[in-house]
């Protein structure tokens, strides 16, 4: 058997040739490690470039979409207030269009300082059936507007066991003219306590009414104390007649036959309230000018 043994002199070139063989690997080893990280390093550093552009995109199409979804929200709001403003104009419009279609007189207070105008006439007169009035051969005429709220009410009180006639309607200022002549005639300057120039004016306009019930002669004195003119009192409102000289008025003497149609909102109103038309603010009357009709 042979003895295996090595000398010193084939060991060690042996070792050398070992160590160069693995110190070349080693080095084949790293410097190709070295390419590799340095590929791999150079790929982060485009990765990062690619993120870093892409977040900025990002960020930008985020702000673009912010400004466009803010910009969204202003032409929403704008076209809003804009459907909002065209609604209010029609709005406006179509209530200044009632309002320019309704008589102003109406609703005005005539006073000794303000007169109708003696050549005022409504614009339509209706006249009103002989069975409603007091005396038959002395024809009425009212406010062809009017007509129907005060046919509702004569026929409203008769449901209630309440018959009214109708004693005056529409006086022309003509008519007036005379009538008030004709008082002066009789009772001197003591006409103007009971047919003053604020009370003609409220004829003239032909929405006024002076009611009578049998019994009392068709006389004005005493009508105060007929279940007529309580009924009135608690009624007359619903169909938009007011008193327009209740007891105590600052403005001329009682008359408790003598109603103006005001139209039911107002005289609503002035019922609710417990106020006579003649101490109602003229602006606050002006607002009910509109409705007058509804
Ligand atoms: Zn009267």
Do not use: C
């Not at 084939?10 to 063989?21: M, S, T, W």
């Not at 709005?91 to 105008?117: A, I």
């Amino acid at each position: 058997m042979k003895k295996l043994s090595l000398t010193l002199k084939e060991v060690v070139p042996a070792i050398i040739i070992v160590a160069l063989a693995l110190t070349g690997y080693g080095f084949y080893k790293y410097s190709t490690l070295k390419d590799e990280n340095a590929t791999l390093q150079a790929r982060v550093v485009k990765l990062e470039d690619m993120l870093g552009i892409t977040e900025k995109d990002l960020a930008r199409t985020a702000g673009e979409k912010e400004g466009l979804s803010q910009e969204l929200t202003a032409e929403k709001e704008r076209v809003g207030s804009l459907v909002e403003e065209v609604q209010d104009i029609a709005g406006t419009v179509g209530v200044l269009d009632k309002l320019s279609k309704t008589d102003k007189e109406l609703l005005q207070k005539y006073s000794k300082v303000y007169f109708l105008n003696e050549h005022y006439v409504p614009p339509r007169l209706t006249a009103i059936p002989l069975t409603h009035l007091y005396n038959e051969g002395a024809p009425l005429q009212i406010h062809s507007n009017v007509w129907p709220y005060l046919e509702d009410l004569i026929t409203d009180a008769a449901d209630d066991d309440v018959t009214l006639w109708i004693n005056s309607a529409y006086r022309s200022f003509g008519t007036q003219a005379s009538l008030k002549a004709g008082y002066t005639i009789v009772y001197g300057t003591g006409a103007n306590a009971f047919s003053a120039d604020q009370g003609y004016s409220e004829h003239q306009l032909g929405t006024t009414v002076d009611f009578t019930t049998r019994g009392i002669g068709g006389g004005f004195d005493g009508f105060s104390s007929t279940p007529a003119y309580e009924w009135l009192l608690q009624n007359a409102h619903k169909h938009g007649f007011v008193l327009s000289y209740p007891k105590g008025n600052a403005y001329y003497v009682f008359e408790p036959w003598h109603w103006r149609f005001v139209g039911k909102k107002l005289a609503t109103y002035l019922y609710d309230n417990e106020q006579n038309f003649y101490d109602a603010d003229q602006r606050k009357i002006n607002e009910y000018l509109v409705n007058i009709f509804d």
